[in-house]
């Protein structure tokens, strides 16, 4: 499975991106998909994961009822809509497609990562 994660950019604090992961893989809708991201100096951290069909997901605190995660398996398409972002919102993030169930949060969980795309809030 190859994953194509794009849309970062630089962003003022309070301000809104949408970050999408193309997948290779024809059997997309197999995976339970999730974002991690990864600042300078610390380590990856979970975002968000959502179930294979869509009806499920699951956010760190930090982001909680900021952020969206969602999916189109038509499209193998994952998408992270990031609202009111702060300057602790910067990293590198990293979506990531996991054949276990329950909503993974560990990184280990994960079985495939795209090569990321970087995100920077302007205070």
């Known amino acids: 499975v190859q994953l194509q994660a794009s849309g970062g950019g630089l962003v003022q604090a309070g301000g809104s991106l949408r970050l999408s992961c193309l997948a290779s893989?024809?059997?997309?809708?197999?995976?339970?998909m999730g974002w991690f991201r990864q600042a300078p100096g610390k380590e990856r951290e979970f975002v968000a994961t959502?179930?294979?069909?869509?009806?499920?997901?699951r956010y760190a605190d930090s982001v909680k009822g900021r952020f969206t995660i969602s999916r189109d398996n038509a499209k193998k398409t994952v998408y992270l809509q990031m609202n009111s972002l702060k300057p602790e919102d910067t990293a590198v993030y990293y979506c990531?497609?996991?054949?276990?169930?329950?909503?993974?949060?560990?990184?280990?969980?994960?079985?495939?990562w795209g090569q990321g795309t970087q995100v920077t809030v302007s205070s």
């Open positions: 959502i179930s294979r069909a869509g009806g499920s997901t």
């Open positions: 893989a024809r059997t997309f809708s197999s995976y339970d």
């Open positions: 990531a497609a996991t054949r276990s169930f329950g909503g993974a949060t560990s990184r280990n969980a994960y079985d495939y």
